[in-house]
Antibody, heavy 120, light 109 residues
Framework: EVQLVESGGGLVQPGGSLRLSCAASGFTFSTYAVTWVRQAPGKGLEWVSAITASGGNTYYADSVKGRFTISRDNSKKTLYAQMHSLRAEDTAVYYC?????????????WGQGTRVTVSS | QAVVTQEPSLAVSPGGTVTLTCGSSTGVVTSGHFPYWFQQKPGQAPRTLIYDTTNKHSWTPARFSGSLLGGKAALTLSGAQPEDEADYYCFLSYNGAGVFGGGTKLTVL
């Protein structure tokens, strides 16, 4: 059974940094692209980032480009999102996702999410 | 960045049929956008219903189907059930960038 468990969320001040993690199990992590999607309180879904199976290619939404870095450790079956220069508008639940379709950016399986709050 | 548009809200009667659509500001939606459809209920993580235009997951009820219709991606629900009341989001891929639609709140009444 595919399982994706996010961690690392919390309260951070504007301008601060945070690293999210996503522990994967139930599938061969190293053979699939994985994604981050977020949802601000009361709002819709926003695609954030994706990384290919090998980690060789990464993709970002314009809203986070230059501030967020997606990475993965296939030996640990873990996905990361390093977030810098956080803003109030980054406040959201962040979902980790597994992509098993034909496009790297899509999300087929979802974690339960971790909440990030950017506030002073 | 492209804008993906969905109907803000739709209503369907129990047992009825409804089609949700997903348009792109860049023009016609094609299979090359690899359309996805997601269902989200309050307080829950999203669930993927349809991917790559028409493909279903093992958990996708048979009453849901995906297609391309009139230049848009479409999600058709045939034989709506009360438990289908939820928010539905579409997603399109743009060569290394993904964009979600704003969501459709579907009411079954």
């Amino acid at each position: 059974e595919v399982q994706l468990v996010e961690s690392g969320g919390g309260l951070v001040q504007p301008g601060g940094s945070l690293r999210l993690s996503c522990a994967a199990s139930g599938f061969t992590f190293s053979t699939y692209a994985v994604t981050w999607v977020r949802q601000a309180p009361g709002k819709g879904l926003e695609w954030v980032s994706a990384i290919t199976a090998s980690g060789g290619n990464t993709y970002y939404a314009d809203s986070v480009k230059g501030r967020f870095t997606i990475s993965r450790d296939n030996s640990k079956k873990t996905l990361y999102a390093q977030m810098h220069s956080l803003r109030a508008e980054d406040t959201a639940v962040y979902y980790c996702g597994l992509s098993t379709g034909r496009t790297v950016e899509g999300t087929n399986y979802w974690g339960q999410g971790t909440r990030v709050t950017v506030s002073s | 960045q492209a804008v993906v548009t969905q109907e803000p809200s739709l209503a369907v009667s129990p047992g009825g049929t409804v089609t949700l659509t997903c348009g792109s500001s860049t023009g016609v939606v094609t299979s090359g956008h690899f359309p996805y459809w997601f269902q989200q209920k309050p307080g829950q993580a999203p669930r993927t219903l349809i991917y790559d235009t028409t493909n279903k997951h093992s958990w996708t009820p048979a009453r849901f189907s995906g297609s391309l219709l009139g230049g848009k991606a479409a999600l058709t629900l045939s034989g709506a059930q009360p438990e289908d009341e939820a928010d539905y989001y579409c997603f399109l891929s743009y060569n290394g960038a993904g964009v979600f639609g704003g969501g459709t709140k579907l009411t079954v009444l």
